[in-house]
């Protein structure tokens, strides 16, 4: 029986490998790379329903390890590490100052041409690509790095009190802000752009840090510290609850309690995931044609991309909290619904984490040698720029990364219904409700990437 | 598991755990949590009711394996049989 269940999960699981391998997913931030999604060869409900079929085996899977102490060793294995930290967070803050002087110093007088411009690409390849991988897979490192946080350790502070009401909110809508910047300005194109955009968003930030405190606007307020942040808890190495450096399994942070805490936070982590497919949705021909009546009828084009942003945000978030509902129900259990939607929204990053990794390892990769020449010589403008040209078995491995998020995600739920239910039955049944929305977003994200690739429309 | 947040509609009758005032909705599932999160504290009986609801659970979880393995089964095939027609 074992044998047959093994295979049933290798068939599934390669076919939805081979299937995305068709749809090769392309990185926003970048007509630098230019990559584009190739069409499919079956037809498209079948791509979907494999994918989504392959997200329900896993939950299958998972759920015939009932063994309680077997899932805590999992989850509590870990050691702590320790070392010279005080050097090395210097030399990082180091790292970032010098980083973000030659973003804003060569964003404005550097060559123009985006391909060789250090500004453009230590932002799109060295940092949203490289920086947000190393996050994920290694440990957040941006705390050290950020290079305003360090700013504003030298500014004075006027201590206002942060209102509490908003809590993680600010954030959420800085993030969807920031989304919708990236996607329809070409902030990967034009180095005077992203230089002014980077300096708009500093002033911003370092504004809130001396109102409200250092700590206090990077803890609650700023976008980009949050979503390093929640990318580094899917990480092996983190701070542990003494606040030690501790080596974990990656993804198994996810289940600790009170990681997310209220809904803002819930809001936060689905606001990444959203994201996500935004990035790719607007590039579809269906949304073309889908929008065209729309700004035919008087819609101004500049309009359309945030109110699909808001509007899409609102149904993944609608989808999560009628999950967390359902799930009630279906668990029959008197926690409230708000415990539930914080307990199960962090086993969503590792999904999050997962498509970054398939979306931008590639876009890395190619642009890896360009980012390097650039840091020899950052006022040169070389005819020519060295990309690399990744094998045909490369695919592969993003696909990889899509089933190893969604792996991760369904199993760290698994282990915070069993954390919080006493019948296991009841913490698998729970899990149904949140299962169906993982498929649905799977489904969703797989459509994205087995669409043909057109430019912004309207714009 | 002892600082959750709670939402017991007026109406419904609950199982609360005289340890944690934690409410469930079946018997069993108290008995189990008990035995779970309070060990040291429950006498004969309740020691009694955990064994019992345990092995309850035991035999109920042996019954999902089976149909789980089987959703597994119909997945595999039927996803084997519409990759060989389409």
Sequence with gaps: MTSRRRRATAVTLTAVGWLLAMGTASAHGGSLAAGSRESLTIPTWLFLSTGGAAVGASFLLASFVTDRVFIERIHDWGTPLSGGVRPAVWLGRAVGLVGFAAVIGLGFFGPTTPQTNLAILLVWVGWWAGLAMTTYLLGNTWRVLNPLSTIALVLPSLDRDYPTQLGAWPSVVGLLALVWLEVVSPLADEPRLLATAVLGYSVVTLTGAVVFGRETWFDEADPVERVFRYYGRVAPIGRGADGRLRLRLPGMDLSTPRLVDGRDEVAFVVALLWATTYDGLVTTPAFRDLTTPLVDAGLPAHLLYPVVLAAGFALFLGVYRLAVRSSRRTAETYLSPAELAERFAPPLLAIAAGYHFAHYLGYFLVLAPALGLAMLSPLSDPGAVPVYDPPGWFGGVGIAAVIVGHLVAIWVAHAAAYDLFPARLQAIRSQYPFIAVMVFYTMTSLWVVSRPEVPLPHL | ?86
């Design chain 2, 1 to 86: 598991m002892t600082d959750h947040d709670y939402d017991v509609a007026g109406d419904e009758s609950a199982f609360e755990c005289r340890y944690c005032d934690r409410p469930f909705a079946h018997e069993e599932w108290l008995a189990l949590h008990k035995g779970l999160d309070h060990p040291a504290e429950l006498d004969d009986e309740e020691v009694q009711a955990f064994r019992e609801a345990h092995d309850e659970e035991e035999s109920a979880l042996g019954e999902f394996r089976l149909r789980a393995l089987g959703a597994l089964v119909l997945i595999y095939f039927c996803l084997l049989m519409i990759y060989a027609l389409v």
